[in-house]
T-cell receptor
């Protein structure tokens, strides 16, 4: 069974500071990994994904994540936080058993607040 | 154009009632999903349909019955609503070459009183 652990339910940074949101996964096979963002009262928007190409993945809004197999991690970073980055961030894993369905298993989410 | 849409956006109802949530996607995908987000923001898959066929059913009470009239639609009917059903329900879809990637709707916020 797959699982995702997001360290830190709440991360607070100053505007312009580095953003680091941590995600570790457990999977018996090389997984697909995703980061989604949820703004207040909205749906989930895909930030980026890892599907076994480059281990450093660039996403939207200046975010990137690095897949580290040895550490089973997929941490999300952004060099300089903006006020508009304040949101809930979810890391998710889906397995490659494939067929037609890729069930997503989510972490518990990390709320990012950005202070002026 | 909205890729994955859900109706209604908000739903307030009494315990014991029956309600439905509709989902439509215009992405041409062949797989659709329902997820539940609880009050602590935890997201968990409920169902998945591929080409109108039920593929995933994650130990969801029988009171929940998904229906897929065609590939573009996946509806969720809930019988005898309970207080614990209060949550945000998200529809998602995937398909094509990048079928591992799911696109989510805006969510339906259900409050059972």
């Amino acid at each position: 069974a797959q699982s995702v652990t997001q360290l830190g339910s709440h991360v607070s940074v100053s505007e312009g500071a580095l953003v680091l949101l941590r995600c570790n996964y457990s999977s018996s096979v090389p997984p697909y990994l995703f980061w989604y963002v949820q703004y207040p009262n909205q749906g989930l928007q895909l930030l980026l994904k890892y599907t076994s190409a480059a281990t450093l993945v660039k996403g939207i809004n200046g975010f990137e994540a690095e897949f580290k197999k040895s550490e089973t991690s997929f941490h999300l970073t952004k060099p300089s936080a903006h006020m508009s980055d304040a949101a809930e961030y979810f890391c998710a894993v889906s397995d490659r058993s494939g067929g037609s369905n890729y069930k997503l298993t989510f972490g518990k989410g990390t709320l990012l607040t950005v202070n002026p | 154009d909205t890729a994955v849409s859900q109706t209604p956006k908000y739903l307030v109802t009494q315990m014991g009632n029956d309600k439905s949530i509709k989902c439509e996607q215009n992405l041409g995908h062949d797989t659709m999903y329902w997820y539940k987000q609880d009050s602590k923001k935890f997201l968990k898959i409920m169902f998945s349909y591929n080409n109108k066929e039920l593929i995933i059913n994650e130990t969801v009470p029988n009171r929940f019955s998904p229906k897929s009239p065609d590939k573009a639609h996946l509806n969720l009917h809930i019988n005898s609503l309970e207080l614990g059903d209060s949550a945000v329900y998200f529809c998602a879809s995937s398909g094509g070459i990048l079928r591992e990637t799911q696109y989510f709707g805006p969510g339906t916020r259900l409050l059972v009183l």
